[in-house]
């Protein structure tokens, strides 16, 4: 049984440009959210996708924006690179909206590099 | 987001004996307190986690403690062994939107 995977592992960008990273969720999951961790740092929420629509939205800026495709799969593009978009992005996967019906499995993880 | 303050940053243990790292949270709606394991390169792994009606959870050798009224909650780790060896996570959830603690680096030296 698949977990989370995510592509790309590794990516290195320069400043202005627009990243897209890929996620497709564990068999069986039909919710998507992506986190944000930078070096040293504890990861922080971006959103949630459940039904192909945002449901929650962490403090991050338009800049930040997702897409849940009808096979659950998911997309996290970031337009216009900062320097401080550097980090790990990951992705976390889970049975519906609540911790109630299950835990979530996070990826491995997108390392993303802004220069 | 609200807070959650995590404690120590790093903790170094000898083979054998107990870690323990401790969470503090703001958010009186969090309902859900889970706890990480993450190793170098590797995304976050849920360890253990406790709902707000009990005080305690033992799994293993990994223990929850859980004080509603302090908002306070801990990790404990009995006979800690190098392969412990990672980062540790305190999260708290309401909605499954989790909030983390900073990290704990803990190093189990044999």
């Known amino acids: 049984d698949a977990g989370v995977t995510q592509s790309p592992t590794h990516l290195i960008k320069t400043r202005g440009q627009q990243v897209t990273l890929r996620c497709s969720p564990k068999s069986g999951h039909d919710t998507v959210s992506w986190y944000q961790q930078a070096l040293g740092q504890g990861p922080q929420f971006i959103f949630q996708?459940?039904?192909?629509?945002?449901?929650q939205r962490g403090n991050f800026p338009d800049r930040f924006s997702g897409h849940q495709f009808p096979n659950y799969s998911s997309e996290l593009n970031v337009n216009a690179l900062l320097l401080g978009d550097s980090a790990l992005y990951l992705c976390a996967s889970s049975l519906g909206l609540s911790t109630l019906t299950g835990e979530l499995f996070f990826g491995e993880g997108s390392r993303l590099t802004v220069l | 987001q609200q807070q959650v303050k995590q404690s120590p940053q790093s903790l170094i243990v000898q083979k054998g004996g107990i870690s323990i790292i401790n969470c503090a949270y703001e958010n009186t709606a969090f309902d859900y307190f889970p706890w990480y394991q993450q190793f170098p390169g590797k995304g976050p792994a849920l360890l253990i986690a406790i709902r707000p009606d009990v005080s305690e959870k033992k799994e293993g050798r990994f223990t929850i403690s859980f004080n509603k009224s302090a908002k306070q909650f801990s990790l404990h780790i009995m006979d800690s062994q190098p392969g412990d060896s990672a980062t540790y996570f305190c999260?708290?959830?309401?909605?499954?939107?989790?909030?983390f603690g900073g990290g704990t680096r803990l190093m189990v030296k044999p």
């Open positions: 996708y459940y039904e192909e629509e945002e449901r």
């Open positions: 999260a708290s959830d309401a909605g499954n939107m989790l909030t």
